[in-house]
């Protein structure tokens, strides 16, 4: 009686385990026919067909659930949950932004707490957008000094203001630099320097990453 109840206990705990092994691959980002991966400490873009230097495939992705093979093993894999035992608050904050099919890097931020789309560019000084954005973010843009910018337009009248708070995925800058440009362009905020330069920027196989310093 004792063998038996002390290898049903030696089951039970090689089930528990098996349940709680999580698969050698994490995904950190799910978009359609490519994927976000964490191997090997390392984090990867691997595009559909493509396979990593480390040996992660992708066989599948949209926005749901990715599958991948590695090292022989077929994987269905979700974005990762991995947490610590305890909560504790992280120090940094980073934010991942696979280009467009233009190339291009856009994504939903916030300014004062105020959702807005933004369009990366890297070559813009400040942040900039146009006469009915501030508007309908409720700045109070014409109190700020006036000036004229060189846009693709041509030179057109702006205002020069601050922004109090910009938030992209969590990774946030104060005291903004902007630009309001009267009229209706950039028809999109641009994402400029004044906002990059308070964060971490990487650009690894083409993804940019952010994070808080």
């Known amino acids: 009686m004792a063998?038996?109840?002390?290898?049903?206990?030696?089951?039970?705990?090689a089930f528990a385990e098996l349940a709680s092994a999580r698969p050698p691959v994490e995904v950190?980002?799910?978009?359609?026919d490519k994927v976000f991966v964490r191997v090997q400490g390392n984090d990867r873009l691997v595009r559909l067909g493509e396979t990593s230097p480390e040996g992660v495939k992708l066989i599948k992705a949209d926005?749901?659930?990715?599958?991948?093979?590695?090292r022989g093993?077929?994987?269905?894999?979700?974005?990762?949950d991995r947490v610590g035992g305890t909560f504790r608050e992280p120090s940094k904050v980073s934010i991942t932004l696979p280009p467009d099919e233009l190339g291009?890097?856009?994504?939903?931020?916030?300014?004062?707490?105020?959702?807005?789309?933004?369009?990366?560019?890297?070559?813009?000084?400040?942040?900039?957008?146009s006469a009915p954005q501030a508007q309908a973010l409720g700045l109070n843009y014409t109190l700020g000094e006036r000036g004229i910018v060189e846009t693709a337009q041509g030179r057109t009248q702006a205002h020069f203001?601050?922004?109090r708070e910009v938030?992209?995925?969590?990774?946030?800058?104060?005291?903004v630099a902007a630009t309001v440009i009267d009229g209706d362009f950039p028809t999109e905020v641009l994402l400029g320097t004044s906002y990059l330069n308070q964060v971490q920027m990487t650009n690894t196989q083409g993804v940019m990453v952010l994070r808080s310093h």
């Not at 926005?63 to 093979?69: E, G």
Request: some cysteine; glycine content about 8%.
């Open 73 to 80: 093993e077929r994987y269905v894999l979700s974005l990762t």
């Open 28 to 32: 950190t980002g799910l978009y359609k």
């Open 104 to 129: 291009q890097y856009r994504v939903r931020g916030t300014i004062n707490n105020q959702l807005v789309p933004f369009l990366v560019d890297t070559g813009a000084s400040v942040v900039a957008m």
């Open 63 to 70: 926005a749901h659930s990715a599958t991948v093979t590695y």
């Open 3 to 13: 063998r038996s109840f002390f290898c049903a206990v030696l089951l039970v705990v």
């Open 167 to 175: 938030n992209v995925g969590g990774v946030k800058a104060y005291n």
């Open 161 to 163: 203001v601050t922004l």
